[in-house]
DNA sequence: TAATAGATGAAAATCATTTTCAATTAGGCT
DNA sequence: AGCCTAATTGAAAATGATTTTCATCTATTA
C-alpha cells in the first residue's frame, strides 16, 4: 500500500494526511511485529520527537476505521496493530519474537456453512490466527525486541 | 464441570475454593453471554453482596489459569469470559444478544500443517471465532441484555 | 483444633485510553 | 500564492480498567 493509496483513501473519508499520520504509518510498515500504540509511541519518540501518545491513539482509530490496519489478538493480548496487506487474510503470530506473518487461504467456508446449517447463525466474520514458534526463535534464543 | 471438579482442580493447583469463587463460576456457568469482569461483578452485587471486584479480577485469573473459563475476543473486545466445557473448542458469537454457542469439530489440522510446511513454523494453538447473528436476533431485533 | 498458606476487601497506586480546549495546519478554493 | 475552514494536534485533565498493598480472615491439612 503506497502513500498515494493511503492519502486517496484517507481523502475519500475526509481525513487529512498529516505528517505524523505519515511518520506512524511507516513505522508501522517497517515493522515485522505487532505494536501497541505504546510501542509505536516509543519508536517514534526516538525519532520524530514532539508527538503526541494522544495523536498515535487517535491516528490509529483513522486507519483502522480506513481498514488500513488490522488487529492480532492472540499473544500479548489485545490493542497491537499491524499494516494491512489488501484482501482476506488471517495471521501467524511468532511468541518468541513476536514476528506476523500472513496467509490467505484459510479455507474456511466449508466450516461456516456447515456451522451455519447447525446453529441457524448468520455469519459475517470470523478470526482465526495461529500461535507458535518461528524457525529462528525454534533454532536460537531470540527474545522479543 | 461440576463442583467437585472442580474443586479437584483448583487444589491440585494450590488454590482453595471460597465461597467468593463458588459464586463467580456459578454466575458464569448460568449465563449464555460472555461477560467482562464487571459484567460478573454487577450480577454478583445483586445477590451475594459485600463481594468486591478485586476479587472478581483474582477469582477470574485463577480460573482461567486453571483451564475453567476461556477468553472471547471477537466483538465487544477482549477481556470477556465464559465457562468452559472440556476439550478443544471455539466459539460462535451472537453480534445481536451477546450470546455464544461452541461448536468443536474445527477440522483445521490440514491447514495447520500446510501453513507449517509453507512457513517453517511450528504452530502451538491457534484461535478462531466466528462473529454473527443467532436466529432469534435475524428474526427480531433483541438487544444484548 | 491449631497452624498456615492462601484469600479477601478497601484504599491507593498504576496503567491505558478518552476528553477537553486552545492553537495549528492540510487541502480545497479563489 | 494566499485565504478559509474543517480537521488535526499536543498538553493537561478526566475517566476507566486493572493491579498492588496491607491488615484481616478463612479453607484446608496435619
Not at 511468541?95 to 456451522?115: A, H, I, P, T, Y
Amino acid at each position: 500500500m503506497t502513500g498515494k493509496v493511503i492519502a486517496a483513501e484517507l481523502k475519500r473519508r475526509g481525513f487529512k494526511l498529516t505528517p505524523q499520520r505519515r511518520a506512524i504509518i511507516e513505522v508501522i510498515s517497517h515493522s515485522q511485529e505487532h505494536l501497541t500504540p505504546a510501542d509505536i509511541y516509543a519508536k517514534l519518540k526516538s525519532k520524530h520527537s514532539g508527538i503526541g501518545l494522544v495523536t498515535v491513539y487517535r491516528a490509529l482509530d483513522v486507519l483502522e476505521r480506513s481498514g488500513m490496519l488490522c488487529e492480532v489478538h492472540i499473544g500479548d493480548g489485545c490493542r497491537s496493530y499491524l499494516k494491512r496487506p489488501g484482501g482476506h487474510h488471517h495471521h501467524l503470530v511468532c511468541k518468541g519474537c513476536g514476528k506476523v506473518v500472513d496467509f490467505s487461504d484459510c479455507e474456511l467456508d466449508d466450516l461456516e456453512q456447515r456451522v451455519t446449517k447447525e446453529t441457524g447463525f448468520r455469519i459475517d466474520r470470523h478470526l482465526l490466527e495461529f500461535l507458535g514458534r518461528c524457525p529462528q526463535c525454534q533454532a536460537g534464543r531470540r527474545e522479543k525486541s
